[in-house]
């Protein structure tokens, strides 16, 4: 009985919230309390690391670089502190834990973090995101395809000549 007791529970504080992976550009909408007035915050960054999964103890860490000085910090992915998500910028990542981000310099990261230009709409449930990355992924590579086709027909026609 207390098993479903805790499914019933956990049901209701899940929310629907865009798939967060790692080497997105984030932009996290806080709510912060200061005294007895509460506002909104955002911070801005890159994901370093999203840890157990998409479940009710899901978290995820963004890391932002102010003065020099790194920042980062770690939410749990359905906080009803989180008043909303913003994906920015959505990079192939080949890895699941950007630690070696934390030694580079933001343009060193900016270069390593090879942008896969797309700005995502704000709800789009997990499936409907992956599906749509995937499609992306595939155009691209397809255009690319195409134009190393071109380029060696174009060699092949100039040595005929």
Not at 26 to 47: A, L, S, T
Not at 97 to 111: A, E
Request: hydrophobic content about 35%.
């Amino acid at each position: 009985m207390s098993d479903i007791l805790i499914k019933e529970i956990t049901k209701d504080q899940i929310k629907s919230i865009p798939l967060v992976k790692s080497g997105m550009q984030v932009r996290v909408h806080e709510r912060v309390k200061e005294k007895n007035k509460e506002r909104i915050q955002v911070f801005e960054g890159i994901v370093l690391y999203v840890k157990h999964g998409k479940g009710i103890n899901a978290t995820f860490t963004v890391r932002k670089v102010v003065d020099g000085i790194g920042v980062e910090k770690t939410w749990p992915l359905h906080s009803p502190m989180i008043q909303k998500i913003e994906i920015l910028k959505t990079p192939r990542m080949r890895k699941a834990k950007l630690y070696f981000l934390r030694d580079l310099s933001p343009t060193k990261i900016r270069r390593k973090l090879s942008v896969f230009k797309s700005i995502v709409p704000e709800k789009i449930e997990a499936n409907e995101l992956e599906e749509v990355e995937l499609t992306k992924i595939a155009e691209t590579e397809k255009e690319e395809k195409e134009q190393i086709v071109e380029e060696l027909e174009n060699k092949n026609n100039s040595e005929e000549k």
